[in-house]
């Protein structure tokens, strides 16, 4: 799969985030305390549904703020990225207040928190019958349900100073040669060819092709791209989604990435695209992003300054929301 660039301006990124704020912030994921409490399953299709509404009212950059949050908030389940995204777009290192105040700050006066869902875990007693007695099994772990809690943005709290590990601004660092290693450890063969030009890279299934000549930061943005179409494109799935949804989740994968890194995107992609009025499509490709972009950054990021008072695993998939409501 071929790799173009089409960059048109170098505050692309930063302007469609910006676009958005007020028109996300101004519809909360919950608005009234007289409400009925939701469950997870409506929370999350509540915000999905806000989604597609933005989308198909032409509004892409719904969703580029969306990724946006995505690249630095990969510890969280989709479905709380898209409760977040709603409430504070342009949400950076998130974490509950008693993490806040263990790392020396406070919430501003003023600001409200942002409500996500967390596990409810509770014990189950299981009872068998063997030889006419009964015998309790040792209590185990069980999820029970999801509940509102609240967490705060970085920029919602002041105090001391976050530590810092490696930030990038603008470079990719060392990030391009841990991208490399990571290709190698999957077995894919990298090379350089003039062949492919225009092409700034191509994927040819167990071999990634990219241009010579690239800055770092392009040869960068290409070989995730392409690492991404390997990860993601080289099986039964690559059949039932077009070209241009390929191409885009790639490239959304590409965005999240360099977001992560420091390195900011100047690409006018639309991931718009990655929605053709199916909303069950457009989150397998969410989802598929999420996990493809986590992976790489896993394998080239260190771990994030702030530490999550909910671990990963115990966040819900929109799928476990769903049977769990």
């Given at each position: 799969m071929e790799y173009q660039s089409n960059d048109n301006s170098?505050?692309?990124a930063t302007t469609t985030s910006n676009g958005t704020a007020s028109s996300i912030a101004n519809n909360p994921a919950s608005d009234s305390n007289n409400r009925k409490p939701q469950s997870a399953q409506q929370l999350i299709r509540e915000n999905v549904q806000y989604l597609i509404e933005q989308l198909e009212a032409g509004h892409s950059e719904a969703l580029t703020a969306f990724l946006d949050v995505m690249a630095h908030l990969r510890q969280y389940s989709l479905g709380n990225l898209l409760l977040i995204a709603r409430q504070k777009?342009?949400?950076?290192n998130v974490a509950g207040i008693r993490t806040w105040n263990e790392l020396g700050r406070r919430g501003k006066r003023g600001e409200k928190g942002i409500a996500i869902l967390a596990p409810m875990i509770g014990k189950s007693r299981k009872k068998r019958e063997q030889a006419g007695t009964e015998d309790t099994d040792a209590d185990k772990?069980?999820?029970l349900g999801f509940r509102k809690v609240y967490v705060w943005s970085e920029e919602q709290t002041e105090g001391e100073p976050l530590p810092t590990l490696g930030e990038a601004t603008g470079e990719v660092g060392e990030y391009l040669d841990r991208l490399r290693e990571l290709v190698a450890s999957r077995g894919i063969e990298l090379e350089y060819s003039e062949e492919i030009a225009p092409a700034?890279?191509?994927?040819y299934g167990g071999r990634i092709a990219l241009l010579p000549g690239q800055t770092k930061p392009e040869e960068f943005m290409a070989l995730v791209h392409e690492t991404a179409h390997e990860a993601i494109h080289?099986?039964?799935?690559r059949t039932t989604i077009t070209k241009t949804v390929r191409e885009t989740e790639a490239e959304a994968v590409a965005f999240v990435v360099s977001q992560a890194i420091g390195l900011k995107s100047q690409t006018s992609v639309s991931y718009i695209q990655l929605y053709h009025g199916n909303a069950e499509l457009l989150m397998e490709s969410l989802e598929i992003v999420q996990q493809t972009a986590s992976t790489i950054l896993s394998a080239i990021q260190p771990e994030e300054a702030v530490s999550q008072e909910v671990p990963e695993s115990q966040f819900p998939s929109t799928e476990t929301a769903q049977n769990a409501a």
């Open positions: 170098s505050s692309a777009p342009g949400a950076r772990s069980v999820l700034l890279g191509v994927s080289k099986s039964s799935r």
